[in-house]
């Protein structure tokens, strides 16, 4: 059983930035992917990055060059710094763990709010 514990957030202007933080109970190198999500108000969750364990990162195209996913191991903590923030950006941000692949997450953290205003 890992839990996951979020934090940071909250509301921002257009072009501003914000770092969330996501505590595991267990050491983040023991597990294969940390994911990153994100649910638009009206709208599905969606896929924002992952993070594996051997230190491959990827991102979704409506975030890339802009947020940053990176583990803490010694902290057991994900941080996920958020630059450059537009309005579209709005929405509920969840850390997930994947233990064995990154397409099947087993965690979720119970989220935090972020909004973006123009």
């Known amino acids: 059983q890992v839990q996951l514990v979020e934090s940071g957030g909250g509301s921002v202007q257009a072009g501003g930035s914000l770092k969330l933080s996501c505590a595991a109970s267990?050491?983040?190198?023991?597990?294969?992917?940390m994911n990153w999500y994100r649910q638009a108000p009206g709208k599905e969750r969606e896929w924002v990055a992952s993070s594996k364990v051997h230190g491959k990162t990827v991102y979704a195209d409506s975030v890339k060059g802009r947020f940053a996913i990176s583990r803490d191991n010694g902290k057991n903590t994900l941080a996920r710094q958020m630059n450059s923030l537009i309005p579209e950006d709005t929405g509920m941000y969840y850390c997930a763990a994947a233990v064995r692949t990154c397409g099947v997450t087993d965690y979720w953290g119970q989220g935090t709010q972020v909004t973006v205003s123009s």
């Open positions: 267990v050491s983040p190198s023991s597990i294969y992917c």
